[in-house]
């Protein structure tokens, strides 16, 4: 149980990577908060976790509305008086060519990707210096270092995510927090399947794939921050 005492919030926690996430961050004996604007959602993952003998909580916040974002934070101050993980998963994409892509679509993705993003680390970051310690982890995207076609609106977020996350990282350093970036390809979820094309899922990373390996880097000895990993298929085809 390496993240006993932890508490830990998953933003984007009812399906997809954001549930692999809790589910895998709640085995290892952390109280996981789980966040998106569905709350059935969050509700079966807060079961699942729990019929497996871990624990979390449910509270529907929309992070893209600063005041969820400060009540959702109240409400971890409240019960917890503390935050050693913050995971920001909760994301959207919209693939299309730029002739095509809405400005409703474009603020919708800024708004989530980034600005929802930046006020939730603005929120975890006393918490956590209080503390004198944690971890955030910003799940990226290789989208965020790579150019393809129709996702100028859906890069151009994480290609800022990555700059916004290299310099965090070293702001806040000094006060023992560490800031993970972790960059996937596809992964088999409803969000990127809309991305790709028919019949190109053969070899696709899966949503546990990418909580092992944030996993894996939140539990590295605190002396070591991994800052970065990108994350491939083995054998693409």
Known sequence: MKLLDKVALVTGAGRGIGRSIALTLAREGATVVLSSRTYPQLESVRKEIETAGGKAISIRSDITLPQDIVQLFEAI?????????????????????????????????????????????????????????????????????????????????????MGFSNCLRLEVRQSNIRVITICPGSVDTEFANAAMKPGKTGSILQPQDVADTVLAAVTAPERAMVSEIDIRPTNPR
């Open 77 to 161: 101050s409240q019960r917890f008086h503390r935050l050693d993980i913050l995971v920001n998963n909760a994301g959207i994409g919209y693939f299309v060519p730029v002739t095509d892509l809405r400005l409703e679509e474009f603020d919708a993705m800024w708004n989530l990707n980034i600005r929802g993003l930046f006020l939730c680390v603005q929120k975890a970051l006393p918490m956590m210096q209080t503390g004198r310690g944690g971890t955030i982890v910003n799940i990226s995207s290789l989208a965020g270092k790579n150019a393809f076609v129709n996702g100028a609106g859906y890069a151009a977020t994480k290609w800022a995510l």
